[in-house]
C-alpha cells in the first residue's frame, strides 16, 4: 500500500525567502507525481506534473523534482509572496490503477509580509 | 472553458439519510474521479470513472457508490449517512485516453461540503 508523507507539515516563512517542500512515497513503481495548492475552503488546484519518466518540471516560480528510486520529490518555490500562502500537497499517481492517486498529507505554508 | 462543477456545494443532512452528489466535468473530460477529504485522514480516493465504467475503487464501504453518465456527468451516492461521513467530497476531471492509463493532469472542483447530523 502507497504511503505518502510531506514534511514539514507547517512552515512559515518571511517574504521573500526560497523555500522547499518535501514529499516522500514507499512504493517506487509510481506512474506520475502530481503538485497541488489548495486554499482554505476550497478545492485544489494543479501546479505541476512530473510524468515517472521525468526528473523535473518547472512553472515560474515553482520546480519540482522528482527521484523515483529514493521515493522522493520536492517543490522548490523562488521568492515567496503571500499569496502562496495555501496548504500544498502531493499525489503520487499509481503504476497498478487508473487514476488511483495516493495523496500525502500536506504542508502549510505561510508567507508572512 | 467552464471548469469543473459541483453542485450542491454545501449539503446538511442527519444520519441513517441517503445523499447524491453531482459533478459536470470540463468539457471534452472523459475521466472524472471522487475523493473524501477529512482532517483526520486527509484526501482519500474513493472511485474514478472512464466511459461510464468505474475502473478503480479505494478502500470506502458499500455505502459509497457512483456512476457516470455518456456526457461525462458523474453523480456519487451515500447511503445510511453516518457522523463520519461529514467531509469535503472533490470531483476531478481529466482528459483520459481511450483504454488506458490517464497521464493527465486532474483538475478539481469547489467540492461539495457534507455535515451530517
Known amino acids: 500500500k502507497q504511503e505518502v508523507t510531506q514534511i514539514p507539515a507547517a512552515l512559515s516563512v518571511p517574504e521573500g525567502e526560497n523555500l522547499v517542500l518535501n514529499c516522500s512515497f514507499t512504493?517506487?513503481?509510481?506512474?506520475?507525481l502530481q503538485w497541488f495548492r489548495q486554499d482554505p475552503g476550497k478545492g485544489l488546484t494543479s501546479l505541476l506534473l512530473?510524468?515517472?519518466?521525468?526528473r523535473e518540471q518547472t512553472s515560474g516560480r515553482l520546480n519540482a523534482s522528482l527521484d523515483k528510486s529514493s521515493g522522493r520529490s520536492t517543490l522548490y518555490i523562488a521568492a515567496s509572496q503571500p499569496g502562496d500562502s495555501a496548504t500544498y500537497l502531493c499525489?503520487?499517481?499509481?503504476?497498478?490503477?487508473?487514476?488511483?492517486?495516493?495523496f500525502g498529507t500536506g504542508t502549510k505554508l505561510q508567507v508572512i509580509p | 472553458k467552464a471548469g469543473v462543477t459541483q453542485t450542491p456545494r454545501y449539503l446538511i443532512k442527519t444520519r441513517g439519510q441517503q445523499v447524491t452528489l453531482s459533478c459536470s466535468p470540463i468539457?471534452?473530460?472523459?475521466?472524472v474521479s471522487w475523493y473524501q477529504q477529512t482532517p483526520g485522514q486527509g484526501l482519500q480516493f474513493l472511485f474514478e470513472?472512464?466511459?461510464?465504467?468505474?475502473?478503480n475503487k479505494g478502500n470506502f464501504p458499500g455505502r459509497f457508490s457512483g456512476r457516470q453518465f455518456s456526457n461525462s456527468r458523474s453523480e456519487m451516492n451515500v447511503s445510511t449517512l453516518e457522523l463520519g461521513d461529514s467531509a469535503l467530497y472533490l470531483c476531478?476531471?481529466?482528459?483520459?485516453?481511450?483504454?488506458?492509463?490517464?497521464?493527465?493532469?486532474?483538475?478539481f472542483g469547489p467540492g461539495t461540503r457534507l455535515t451530517v447530523l
Open positions: 476531478a476531471s481529466s482528459s483520459g485516453l481511450a483504454g488506458g492509463r490517464s497521464t493527465d493532469t486532474q483538475y
Open positions: 512504493d517506487s513503481a509510481i506512474y506520475n
Open positions: 512530473i510524468q515517472s519518466s521525468q
Open positions: 499525489a503520487v499517481g499509481d503504476s497498478g490503477g487508473y487514476q488511483k492517486v495516493t
Open positions: 468539457s471534452g473530460h472523459r475521466s
Open positions: 470513472y472512464f466511459s461510464e465504467t468505474q475502473r
